[in-house]
């Protein structure tokens, strides 16, 4: 099928494939989707500033009018050589996948078709057709995870030439990732804050960089670990309406799970206290989450630590087994979790 998986399409669009006359590019992270939109733009060598070589429409506009998208593909550059039709703002237009579908049957010589899109499920019309294509290419963006999160960091640190200290990356990772344009924004305004350093710290992070990623999925487990119910509701709701992929929030809680597990095994085999299992963890816990860990260590027994993660690893398995459930499925797991932090805290 014509299409690639989210961690293969930055190869695609430093190499792309000639033959891919209609390419896609559609997610939940806009900015991302913007950007890799651009990269692929430039990649094909034309003036982006020249309304005879670039011809940019929108979405809705070729929904109301599906031959216009034919009409543009087709008309000969008026100097010759090859040109860009460039759709914004495509969604769920049922003209613009007929015109793309009558596009992609018989592709045209001289353009190259290229749609941008928000965050298209799986068997929408508009997805379902470019990747059936063999002429086309559908591209995934969904918002970035901790390797592309420092992929950026360090792109846009080694044009300033700064450098990072360990905990202010960890801080500025945990910071960032909401949105690949506003992260971009935030790393910029702290390479300007820094400016005249060699190297970036935590104080620096703390003072620049706002956290754009306020939908944090470590505060969603944060919120189940201590069974705080209501900032779990509120976190887990907003991460949802962000669009952020649910299966995210879960590899959050089998890792924040598993260093609970490793901590609680020192408290009981190690004999130590929980101050100072905390105080001691590798990697280690910012300062400002050490009395929640202390209080969630409280909390979770090493027994009911194995239950938990291998309840998550079948909540894994669920909600890809059945995509459409898999916000409900991950919900009423983590919120069984969350009453039974809350039911400890006050047994203790």
């Not at 754009?212 to 944060?222: C, G, P, Q």
Request: glycine share 6%; hydrophobic share 45%; proline share 3%.
């Amino acid at each position: 099928m014509a299409q690639k998986k989210s961690h293969e399409v930055d190869a695609f669009l430093n190499r792309p494939d000639k033959s891919s006359v209609i390419v896609l590019i559609y997610g939940p992270d806009k900015g991302l989707v913007s950007e890799r939109a651009a990269t692929f733009a430039r990649s094909t060598g034309l003036a982006l500033d020249d309304p005879f070589a670039v011809i940019r429409l929108e979405a809705d506009d070729i929904d109301s009018d599906p031959a216009r998208l034919s009409d543009e593909a087709r008309t000969i550059s008026m100097f010759g050589g090859e040109r860009l039709i460039w759709v914004r703002n495509a969604a769920g237009q049922k003209g613009l996948a007929e015109a793309v579908k009558l596009l992609a049957a018989d592709p045209p010589a001289d353009a190259r078709i290229l749609i941008e899109a928000g965050d298209l499920k799986k068997g929408a019309a508009l997805r379902t057709t470019v990747e059936g294509a063999f002429a086309a290419m559908a591209l995934p963006c969904y918002s970035d995870d901790s390797r592309g999160i420092d992929a950026v960091i360090d792109d846009v640190l080694s044009r300033s030439n700064l450098q990072i200290t360990l905990d202010a990356r960890q801080m500025l990772r945990d910071s960032l990732g909401g949105d690949r344009l506003a992260t971009r924004g935030e790393l910029e305004k702290l390479c300007l804050y820094a400016h005249g350093k060699d190297r970036i710290t935590v104080d620096d992070v703390r003072e620049a960089v706002g956290d754009v990623s306020a939908l944090s999925h470590d505060e969603i487990v944060d919120a189940v670990l201590i069974g705080d119910i209501s900032r779990f509701s509120t976190a887990f709701d907003r991460v949802v309406k962000s669009g952020s992929p649910p299966f995210l929030i879960l590899n959050t809680a089998m890792r924040q799970f598993q260093q609970l597990q490793v901590l609680r095994h020192s408290v009981e085999q190690e004999r130590k206290t929980v101050a100072a299992v905390v105080a001691a963890a590798k990697p280690p816990i910012f300062f400002n989450r050490r009395k929640l860990i202390e209080n969630a260590l409280g909390r979770w027994t090493g027994e009911s630590l194995v239950r938990v993660l291998e309840r998550l690893q079948k909540t894994v398995l669920e909600s890809r087994q059945n995509a459409t459930l898999a916000v409900p499925i991950i919900r009423q797991t983590l919120l069984a979790f969350s009453v039974e932090a809350a039911r400890a805290g006050r047994s203790r």
